[in-house]
Every structure is written in structure tokens, then in C-alpha cells.
């Protein structure tokens, strides 16, 4: 199975069985190992689907090549095509699965495309490397719009520090889902329009205490993800 199919059946069917953003990420959290006790507001049969599906994404895209070339080519054609662009450095699985849910809430299944693209590295100098770019600011400026940098701050100065579980993911849904609101909402109303980043996060654990990150030992840090929003279909 493609990674791109394998990616749309996870985000369709946590959408179509209305998994909210903190249980995403709960559910996020569980597809690394973590939480096997921690209770869901989800039938155990949706909970172990959803699960296995995205565990299943990490094995695949550790097998993928780096694709921000292919990447780079589509972007560009989107924005000369008019599409909107949104460039944001660094953008979750979570988050990928809120845009997606509301854009599909506000217009509809076929108003949304997720394409996914591999950053092996999983970091930002290889995908402004790239654009030829000495800086995301400058590719922001390539595109014509402003770089989005909130989640990538977050990751590195607040949820980069061992916390509880219950705190991570508290703190996730009140610094990541507030901004993705506004992103996904902006995107929206311009109608026809590309969100666009650079990397995902990855979750890791020590001593039982869990914190974000990019980088080493990459997993869902290795996705770029494309997000095409089209609510006049």
C-alpha cells in the first residue's frame, strides 16, 4: 500500500468516526508504544484500526526516498496555478488530521487533498535547500506569502522537555490547535489554496516522561506534507 492511501484512510477514518484532536494525538502517542492503559473517548476497535494503520505509515515511509524535489515541482506549480499559498515550518500528523477534518466539516469531502511527501532528514535546511534558499523566510518570500513558524517554536522551546503524558498532550491541544484553527479557518476562506511545511514532530520518551522533537531517529518527522484546499468544488 502507498504511503498517500494508507495517510488518507487514517485521516478519513478518525474524521468519520469524529476523533477529536486530543485523541488523535493520544492516538498518535499510542502507534509509538506509549499509553497502552491510557483510556480514549473511542470504541477499543476504532482506538487498535487507527493505531495499527498509522503504525503501519511508519514503516512505510522509512522505507521511502526523499521526495521534496518532486515536492518543490508541485508547489511551484500550485502557486503559479493561484492557489494560496501557506508555508509553515513544521506541521504534525495531529495537526495534518485537524485541517483536514475541518476543511472536509466546512466544504465538503472533495475540497481536500493530502499529498505526502518525504523529508528524510527532517529538517528545515534540506527542504529550503531545495528551494535554493538560504532561509524558510526566503522561500516564504519565493511564494509569495509569510512562513508560519508557531508549531516549530513550540516544539523547541516548550514541548522539548520531558513533561507527563497527560501534559504533553494538554499542552499540545492548547499551543498547537489554537494556531491550526486559524490556519486551517484562513485557508478556508481564501478558497482555493496550498497549506505547505517543511517536517512533522516526532514524540520520544525518557524515563517515562515524553517530549517533541525533529530530527534524530526520524519518524513521522519525515513527512512534508501538501495540503490542497479547494472549497469551490
Request: glycine share 4%; net charge positive.
Amino acid at each position: 500500500m502507498k504511503a498517500k492511501t494508507l495517510l488518507s484512510e487514517i485521516l478519513e477514518d478518525s474524521r468519520s468516526y469524529e476523533v477529536s484532536y486530543t485523541d488523535f494525538f493520544l492516538l498518535f502517542m499510542r502507534a509509538y508504544g506509549y499509553l497502552h492503559n491510557e483510556s480514549l473517548m473511542l470504541h477499543r476497535d476504532v482506538v487498535d484500526n487507527i493505531t495499527a494503520k498509522i503504525k503501519k505509515l511508519a514503516k512505510i515511509i522509512a522505507k521511502l526516498p526523499d521526495t521534496l524535489n518532486i515536492l518543490k515541482s508541485h508547489v511551484l506549480r500550485l502557486s503559479n496555478q493561484g492557489l494560496q499559498p501557506f508555508l509553515v515550518d513544521c506541521l504534525g500528523l495531529p495537526e495534518i488530521y485537524e485541517i483536514y477534518r475541518q476543511v472536509v466539516k466546512r466544504c465538503g469531502i472533495l475540497s481536500v487533498v493530502v499529498e505526502l511527501y518525504v523529508n528524510t532528514k527532517a529538517l528545515t535546511y534540506r527542504f529550503r535547500g531545495v528551494f535554493e534558499e538560504p532561509s524558510m523566510v526566503e522561500v516564504a518570500k519565493l511564494l509569495g506569502t509569510s512562513l508560519y513558524k508557531h508549531i516549530d517554536t513550540v516544539v523547541h522551546h516548550e514541548l522539548g522537555k520531558p513533561v507527563e503524558s497527560y501534559t504533553l498532550v494538554k499542552l499540545a491541544e492548547t499551543r498547537f490547535k489554537i494556531f491550526v484553527d486559524e490556519l486551517a479557518r484562513d485557508a478556508i476562506n481564501k478558497r482555493y489554496a496550498f497549506i505547505v511545511a517543511d517536517h512533522g514532530y516526532d514524540i520520544y520518551c525518557e524515563n517515562h516522561r515524553y517530549y517533541l522533537g525533529h530530527g534524530r531517529d526520524a519518524k513521522f518527522a519525515k513527512i512534508a506534507p501538501l495540503i490542497i484546499v479547494n472549497c469551490n468544488v
